[in-house]
């Protein structure tokens, strides 16, 4: 979508970092869904219809829990730099969204700040169409299947994938994975997700239904310790509250994708953001949502 660009800052050695999606300078329509119960998030409420601001001028997404949010003041800093931001009369004050996953419980705890997530906004500046994927960004230290314990778990990471209506309007997504539950591809497979210790796959749901948190070897899952976080975006014009709308149907990729989701433990948020000229009706943009994020949330995991 002409004006989106993806930048991301990685530390592959702390296994953090941070996604910035830079978005055109006039910013674009802009609304959230969150849904899990443990969310790290900026200027959410914000999104919600009926607030005064209805533009976004960048989304961040951040490693580093809770500390990982300054990452979005480098972000500001980017944008400031440029005159961009929601007019005020004094100076434009850039409106930056931002959602973090927890990835502190990979060796030393690290998260980026400001210098970072000012880099992430560099690379966006320079960055083509091609998203890099994997772990890197803000997925760089995410892992998936956290049920059995940290030493069970897999890789997750950042993926992204589009599809293009036929009328020519186009959904994308980007999506961070950092789940406690299993993810599942569309042939219903689980691709990445808890192992036992033959190196088997548990079957997260299975393990919940038959024996609960505690049982079966699994253990109390950290408080505040998963999260998938997703952005998607279109060319079609949208209001404030299709937004809202295409945020929350987003979320039904989230949920097909990854099994369980929406955990008291998972912080699940998903950003919806308008940026174009497109006409297409919200039922086939929202169909389009879902299928992106799933695919996204694939991708994550197998992209190496």
Same mark, same amino acid.
């Given at each position: ?16 970092? %941070? ?5 055109? /300078? ?27 601001? #209805? ?6 997404? %951040? ?38 996953? +927890? ?63 036929? $009328? $020519? ?28 210790? /033959?190196?088997? +796959? ?21 408080? $505040? ?13 949208? #209001? ?24 008291? +433990? ?18 086939? &943009? ?8 799933? &695919? ?9």
């Amino acid at each position: 979508m002409p004006g989106v660009r993806v930048g991301h800052w990685t530390d592959g050695v702390a296994g953090t970092g %941070c996604t910035v999606i830079l978005l055109p /300078d006039e910013g674009a329509v802009a609304s959230v869904e969150v849904r899990g119960s443990a969310p790290g998030t900026r200027e959410t409420d914000l999104l919600r219809p009926g607030m005064l601001v #209805d533009r976004a001028h960048a989304i961040c997404l %951040c490693g580093g829990s809770a500390f990982g949010l300054a990452a979005a003041d480098g972000v500001m800093r980017f944008l400031r730099e440029r005159g961009i931001g929601f007019s005020t009369g004094a100076l434009p004050v850039p409106i930056v969204p931002a959602a973090v996953i +927890f990835d502190l419980g990979n060796g030393v705890p690290a998260w980026p700040g400001p210098d970072e997530g000012y880099a992430a906004c560099t690379e966006a500046a320079r960055s083509g169409a091609s998203v890099p994927e994997g772990r890197v960004g803000a997925g760089t230290g995410a892992t998936v299947g956290k049920l059995l314990g940290p030493e069970h778990c897999c890789p997750g990471g950042l993926g992204a994938a589009a599809l293009r209506l036929p $009328g $020519g309007a186009v959904v994308g997504a980007l999506a961070v994975v950092n789940a406690l539950g299993d993810v599942h591809g569309h042939d219903g497979r689980v691709l990445a997700g808890a192992r036992s210790p /033959d190196g088997s +796959f548990a079957g997260a749901v299975r393990v919940l239904l038959q024996g609960g948190v505690g049982e079966m070897g699994s253990v109390p899952p950290l408080a $505040g310790g998963n999260t998938t976080i997703a952005v998607v975006a279109t060319d079609a014009v949208l #209001d404030k509250a299709q937004c809202r709308k295409l945020a929350e149907l987003a979320q039904d990729g989230l949920a097909l994708a990854i099994r369980p989701a929406h955990t008291m +433990f998972d912080g699940d948020t998903v950003f919806a953001i308008s940026a174009g000229q497109a006409k297409a009706d919200m039922i086939s &943009l929202g169909t389009a949502a879902v299928e992106a994020v799933w &695919l996204a949330i694939e991708r994550a995991v197998t992209v190496v």
